[in-house]
C-alpha cells in the first residue's frame, strides 16, 4: 500500500520557521512529482508548491513564493518544504501529496489532479 506520512508541524511565532518532511511508501518514489497543499478551517485546499520527478523544476503559489522551498531527497524516498517568514495567514492543515508521471517542469497542481495524499500535519502561526 502507499503511504504518504507528514511530520514536523507544530506552533511558531510569526517571523519563524519551520521544515515539514514527508515520507513515501510503497510507490516507485522517482516516477512521480510531489507537491505540498494546505487548507485552513473554512477554506478549500489549495496549492502551495511542487517539485518535479527528479527535482530540477519547481514551482510556488505566489502567496509563498520567496518563503517556502521545496526539495526532495529520492534516496530517501523523502519531500520536504522548508518555511521561513512564517505569517499568521500560513496556518492550515499541510498535506503532502503525490502524482504520477515524470513530468519534465514542476506546475501549479488541482486537488483533484494528486494520485495520493497524506493525512496532514497542522501548521499553526501565531501573532
Known amino acids: 500500500q502507499v503511504q504518504l506520512v507528514e511530520s514536523g508541524g507544530g506552533l511558531v511565532q510569526a517571523g519563524g520557521s519551520l521544515r515539514l518532511s514527508c515520507a513515501a511508501s510503497?510507490?516507485?518514489?522517482?516516477?512521480?512529482?510531489m507537491g505540498w497543499f494546505r487548507q485552513a478551517p473554512g477554506r478549500e485546499r489549495e496549492f502551495v508548491t511542487s517539485i518535479n520527478w527528479g527535482g530540477t523544476s519547481t514551482y510556488y503559489a505566489d502567496s509563498v513564493k520567496g518563503r517556502f522551498t521545496i526539495s526532495r531527497d529520492n534516496f530517501k524516498n523523502s519531500m520536504y518544504l522548508q518555511m521561513n517568514s512564517l505569517k499568521p495567514e500560513d496556518t492550515a492543515v499541510y498535506y503532502c501529496a503525490a502524482r504520477s508521471g515524470r513530468f519534465a517542469a514542476a506546475q501549479a497542481m488541482g486537488v483533484q489532479g494528486m494520485d495520493y495524499w497524506g493525512e496532514g500535519t497542522l501548521v499553526t502561526v501565531s501573532s
Open positions: 510503497g510507490l516507485a518514489f522517482t516516477t512521480y512529482a
